[in-house]
């Protein structure tokens, strides 16, 4: 494998990593705090991620990331991250929630 190809590929992860991180973050705030005012800025910010990984790795990123997600936040908050699914509905007609 080339140098080029090894520093693209860390760079993917490295990019996977930092929106898993701000996925994490925008949901936890959005359970946590359900009537605030930033809740529809916060999930134009989780569906415009979506539209990213689903430009980058199709249904798989989705169900990949949104897996780890819901895992990480009902572990750390006790809270169910489920009905956030909907907020990537007509990415593609394979999620719907």
Same mark, same amino acid.
């Given at each position: 494998m080339s140098k080029?190809?090894?520093v693209t590929?860390?760079?993917i992860n490295s990019m996977d990593m930092m929106l898993e991180e701000e996925?994490? #973050?925008l949901m936890t705030f959005c359970l946590q705090n359900p009537e605030s005012s930033e809740i529809p800025e916060k999930h134009k @910010?989780?569906?415009?991620?979506?539209?990213? %990984?689903?430009a980058d790795g199709g249904? #798989?990123?989705l169900e990949n990331f949104f897996f780890v997600l819901k895992n990480r936040i009902t572990e750390e908050i006790e809270k169910d991250p489920?009905?956030? @699914?909907s907020l990537?509905?007509? %990415?593609? #007609?394979e999620w719907q929630y």
């Open positions: 080029h190809v090894l590929l860390k760079s996925l994490i #973050d @910010r989780i569906t415009e991620i979506g539209h990213e %990984l689903y249904i #798989d990123a489920s009905p956030m @699914r990537w509905n007509g %990415l593609t #007609d």
